[in-house]
């Protein structure tokens, strides 16, 4: 516990915006994670203010090291409780995002496929190929956007094509990827982020405990000693003693 002298402390880069504004492709997804990035700059302040808050205290000589160190406490504590609400709010926001995105790059393609003699036949052409050879086939198809041939293999079930379930769902992700790269790259920046916030959420603790300059269990035990040095300062009512 350190609380008195000059304060010497800077908020961790780990809560500046720019960890999540910096995300390539970042101004493309902004209307799905700027409220992220509106978290951690709320955290990089409140921690700035603690820090401010203990500067000013320590210059007020009328208060004991104790007092400084709970006023200081609670108001980390007023920012901690306001910002728990903010992650949460934006990790709950993140995660139904990437979540049906996911289900979106994920969607069977069977409206896709259509109907036809076409489609039969390069899905039995992919079948009598060997496995390798099926697998060019498909990525070949998919890297050089013919959704003619991917769509007739993946809109199908997958054995019609030679293809496992696990083949079959990796090539049907990638070929909505291709077809539709604003999305993909949508959630990697929404991926990003939230993986920024989940870095930030522990740094932030750390910073305003280190802002307060006393562990949580310092400040618990300060507080418990006031408070029952307080208690003991209550007038009591006393019944007289019969004599």
Known sequence: ???????????????HPANITSIDGYEAAKGYV??????LDASRQSVAAVI???Q???LDESRTPR???????QLADKYSEKLQKQFESSWSRLDKAIQHT?????????????AGTVNGEIRAHAKALSRDDRVKLLTVAIESGDIT?????????????????????????QYHEATNPEMAQRL???????????????????ELEKAVGASRRDVERLQAATNEAEAALVMKDFNPAEH
């Open 1 to 15: 516990m350190a609380n008195d002298g000059e304060v010497k402390l800077t908020v961790s880069p780990t809560l």
């Open 34 to 39: 700027a409220d992220a990035a509106t978290v």
């Open 52 to 54: 401010e808050a203990r």
């Open 56 to 58: 000013k205290l320590n």
């Open 67 to 73: 007092a400084k160190v709970l006023m200081t406490a």
């Open 102 to 114: 996911e289900q979106e790059l994920s969607q069977p393609l069977q409206q896709q496929a259509g």
């Open 149 to 173: 041939t991917a769509g007739a293999i993946l809109g199908a079930p997958p054995y019609l094509s030679g293809l496992s379930d696990i083949e079959h769902k990796h090539f049907t992700r």
């Open 188 to 206: 990697k920046v929404m991926q990003a982020t939230r993986e920024k916030l989940q870095r930030a959420h522990p740094a932030l603790l750390q």
